[in-house]
């Protein structure tokens, strides 16, 4: 809950859960569990394991691995886990990302429900209960009708990078509608003003002013830098080759 992540259905990977629970039960001892500095290690092998998809199979070796070693960097201050180490996340795999299959898919996901993301229309912010009564669901932001009209890259309008987690309600509202279309409809429709919008927007790490300016190019390349930042800050690791002549070619610029 703490992570956000509201349903089994948005759980990157419940292998990972098996060694979690465990690390879980032997922090229990001394009340470790709830110290601030202890979940925040655990957390950092947690993302470490999504963003680096490393749970995916053959995990009987990796869940005694990380049992014990874990439990030995929080207990003893000793190396970091192998799953730590072993995390790599190549910044072009952001455009690989085009459903729910995959467990970074839903680590984006829920990094973006952390960051307090609020509804487009109402401006709650997507905790449980609003998850479940408004129907959160996720969405293209730049539409996918509206992409198409315009001939863009499939790769593109379609990863991760360009979806977020919104209503119902807001989604029937965008539409097949270019980006600044659509949020004067939100703006009529939820009687809010432009700047309240707009915070509303920059909560899932939209630039509103490329979004109300149908920049989707510049969209795109600034979205991916601040989904890189937070995979960075969830796994405490940095990513690499964020200036490499293949991202820029698929970019249009670094990410750096």
């Given at each position: ?104 898919y839903k ?15 109402s401006g ?85 002013r490329m ?46």
């Amino acid at each position: 809950m703490e992570e956000r992540i509201f349903s089994s259905a948005d759980l990157p990977y419940s292998t990972q859960l098996i060694p979690l629970s465990t690390i879980c039960t032997v922090l229990v001892d001394g009340n470790k569990i709830h110290t601030t500095s202890v979940k925040n290690r655990v957390k950092q092998w947690y993302w470490c394991g999504v963003f680096g998809e490393l749970y995916g199979s053959a995990n009987e070796t990796r869940y005694a691995n990380d049992i014990v070693q874990v439990v030995d960097w929080i207990n003893n201050d000793r190396n970091l886990p192998k799953t730590v180490t072993d995390f790599y996340f190549n910044p072009m795999r952001l455009l690989g990302l085009q459903s729910r299959q995959s467990a970074a898919y839903k680590g984006v996901m829920a990094l973006i429900l952390q960051n307090h993301a609020q509804d487009f229309i109402s401006g709650t912010e997507m905790d449980f209960s609003t998850f479940a009564n408004e129907k959160i669901d996720i969405h293209h932001i730049f539409p996918k009708d509206y992409c198409i009209e315009k001939g863009y890259d499939k790769r593109k309008w379609n990863s991760v990078v360009n979806k977020t987690p919104l209503s119902a309600r807001s989604n029937r509202e965008i539409g097949g509608k270019a980006p600044s279309v659509y949020l004067s409809r939100l703006e009529n429709k939820g009687s809010v003003s432009s700047v309240k919008l707009d915070q509303y927007v920059e909560s899932h790490w939209i630039d509103h002013r490329m979004l109300r300016g149908d920049d989707f190019q510049n969209f795109i390349t600034d979205r991916a830098k601040k989904l890189l930042i937070a995979i960075e800050t969830a796994t405490g690791r940095a990513i690499s080759g964020k200036d490499s002549d293949e991202v820029k070619q698929a970019f249009g610029g670094p990410l750096n």
